[in-house]
């Protein structure tokens, strides 16, 4: 079933979406001091592509130098991030197909806010990375 629902979730917005997460990777990695950002976003990208059997969860060993990197994300990259995110999700919760897709969409704002600090899991061991 998830990989149906990733097929769905390819064609209807992931495709789109990991686009734009690989291009702020992409302007992320032009500068040395942004690289980190940039590894953030590709893995993210990958998580937007295929996101069904996948969650994330906190990383114990994230600190200050996480909740920093992550308000600069916010300024520069993550609010045009998450408004993609709003604005698909509205866009697929018009129908009724795509209303689990949408909250799909909804669930993927709090980390393309904050990517710094986060791992992505398998979703039969969410608790592996902790």
Same mark, same amino acid.
């Given at each position: 079933?998830?990989?149906?629902?990733?097929?769905?979730?390819?064609?209807?917005?992931?495709? /789109? +979406?990991?686009?734009?997460?690989?291009?702020?990777?992409?302007?992320?990695?032009? +500068?040395?001091?942004?690289?980190?950002?940039?590894?953030?976003?590709?893995?993210?990208?990958?998580?937007?592509? /295929?996101?069904?059997?996948?969650?994330?969860?906190?990383?114990?060993?994230?600190?200050?130098?996480?909740?920093?990197?992550?308000?600069? /994300?916010?300024?520069?990259?993550?609010? /045009?991030?998450?408004?993609?995110?709003?604005?698909?999700?509205?866009?697929?919760?018009?129908?009724?197909?795509?209303?689990?897709?949408?909250?799909?969409?909804?669930?993927?704002?709090?980390?393309?806010?904050?990517?710094?600090?986060?791992?992505?899991?398998?979703?039969?061991?969410?608790?592996?990375?902790?």
């Amino acid at each position: 079933m998830k990989f149906i629902l990733n097929i769905l979730w390819l064609v209807l917005s992931g495709f /789109w +979406l990991a686009l734009g997460y690989v291009l702020a990777g992409i302007i992320c990695c032009v +500068l040395i001091i942004t690289i980190p950002f940039g590894i953030a976003s590709f893995r993210i990208a990958g998580y937007a592509l /295929w996101p069904f059997g996948r969650t994330t969860v906190e990383r114990r060993d994230a600190g200050a130098g996480s909740l920093i990197g992550n308000v600069i /994300w916010i300024i520069f990259a993550g609010w /045009w991030l998450a408004l993609g995110h709003i604005v698909t999700g509205l866009v697929l919760c018009v129908t009724i197909i795509g209303i689990p897709f949408g909250i799909a969409n909804f669930k993927m704002i709090p980390v393309s806010l904050m990517p710094l600090g986060r791992d992505i899991v398998p979703t039969d061991e969410p608790f592996a990375a902790r």
